[in-house]
């Protein structure tokens, strides 16, 4: 006997669905006892389990007992009970004739050992899915009506609410929480180091998913937060109450909707010479960012003042491509930052300003810092190479780059992990 329910409602009752489906079907096999048949104690309910799919526990024990010629007879009430797929049906019965196993609905008198009963069985299915796939348009023609009403129509509860007589309700310490997000996307303009910052703080859902950067993109788009009911799509005004504003939505959706290559661009224009006031040639004189224009395209370069001001063409440096000279200096700064000296020199100066600032946690801070370089905006990077770069002085065959101590510790200070509330406001 097999047994089937598509939901749960009702399972805990003392008799529900599924017992009445069993006694429909034992009250058969009694009536077959002159055909020797006989009931096996293994019980085959698949309660809380939809009939468009195969994937049932007790759907999987019953076929493995047919495979092993264990079962002779299946018998259900209904045969959507089985099945209410017209192709997945018509797999079964196929696999039940390879081991010669006939199947039997109480409430409908068919044999598929004939092909007249093969006809009406194939007839019956076809019944089933069209009735499956009617309620189905009903299901989604009555949730396209409830969402057009702005009504809540379950799924997982958004980060700041909470669900009572199916209706959405805010929760005010969680609401708190969104609008911190959002205010800090509007201040950093960046998802990955607002992502990064809420990973450090153990920021999680109410389902305990970390807010990961993934997660935040999808509470920073949830229409939602403005008072919202969306389906398909499409808009409507919701019955809940909004989270979010719409100067603060308008903000981070004006920030969202440029390109982070187009932001970084624009950001670039804006910003001066990454190593102006801090680039020397051999002669101690200083290097000067300038440019020239070729078919549109602007190239950028640092020129010695000497060789700029006295015309003198025996100046060892006297010109070099800036973005190349650029990159050459992010390299080894970035590299310096991770070697011994350089972060047991940081934490000696750090522990003046906190004493209990470890070896290890600014190991870790200029480790990190790392990673996060190559997210940083054009005009963050600039800052962070005044902060940590004294000079850097150009000869023929090398480059020497003095770093600043205390831009180190001034770094370290910025990065150490902050609770992320505090951070917000």
């Not at 293994?42 to 076929?63: H, I």
């Not at 308008?250 to 982070?260: A, C, F, M, T």
Request: aromatic residues 8%.
């Amino acid at each position: 006997m097999y047994t089937r329910k598509s939901s749960e409602e009702g399972l805990d009752m003392d008799f529900n669905s599924l017992d009445a489906q069993r006694e429909s079907c034992e009250a058969y096999i009694v009536s077959q006892r002159a055909e020797g048949w006989t009931a096996v104690s293994d019980r085959y309910d698949d309660g809380g389990f939809s009939g468009g799919t195969l994937e049932r526990p007790a759907l999987k024990r019953l076929l493995a007992g047919v495979q092993a010629g264990k079962i002779d007879v299946i018998v259900v009430y209904k045969i959507d009970r089985l099945s209410r797929s017209m192709l997945d049906f018509l797999n079964l019965v196929e696999l039940f004739e390879r081991h010669g196993v006939t199947f039997v609905s109480v409430t409908q008198s068919f044999n598929t050992k004939d092909a007249m009963g093969r006809m009406a069985l194939n007839i019956l299915v076809t019944f089933a899915q069209f009735e499956r796939e009617l309620i189905g348009e009903r299901i989604r023609d009555k949730v396209a009506a409830s969402r057009k009403r702005g009504k809540w129509m379950g799924g997982w509860t958004p980060l700041g609410y909470e669900v009572r007589d199916r209706k959405l309700l805010i929760h005010e310490v969680d609401a708190e929480r969104v609008r911190a997000i959002f205010r800090r996307f509007v201040q950093l303009k960046s998802a990955t180091l607002l992502a990064r910052e809420l990973v450090v703080a153990n920021e999680r859902t109410r389902y305990g998913h970390l807010l990961d950067k993934g997660v935040l993109y999808k509470i920073l788009h949830n229409r939602v937060y403005l008072g919202e009911a969306v389906h398909k799509g499409t808009s409507y005004p919701g019955e809940h109450k909004a989270i979010i504003d719409r100067k603060l939505w308008d903000q981070v959706h004006d920030i969202l909707k440029e390109s982070p290559r187009k932001r970084a661009n624009n950001s670039r224009a804006q910003t001066p010479a990454l190593l102006k006031g801090l680039l020397f040639g051999p002669d101690g004189a200083a290097m000067s960012p300038t440019h020239t224009r070729k078919s549109g395209r602007l190239y950028r370069y640092y020129i010695s003042q000497t060789a700029m001001k006295q015309g003198r063409s025996d100046c060892p440096v006297k010109l070099v491509p800036a973005a190349e000279l650029e990159r050459i200096i992010i390299d080894q700064v970035r590299l310096l930052l991770q070697t011994p000296e350089v972060i047991v020199q940081t934490w000696r100066a750090l522990r003046k300003q906190a004493a209990d600032v470890s070896e290890a946690e600014v190991r870790s801070t200029l480790l990190g810092f790392d990673e996060l370089w190559d997210e940083l905006f054009p005009a963050e990077q600039a800052r962070i190479v005044q902060l940590l770069v004294e000079r850097i002085d150009m000869h023929a065959g090398r480059m020497d780059i003095t770093l600043k101590i205390q831009g180190l510790t001034s770094l370290s200070s910025e990065l150490q992990p902050q609770p992320f509330q505090q951070a917000a406001e």
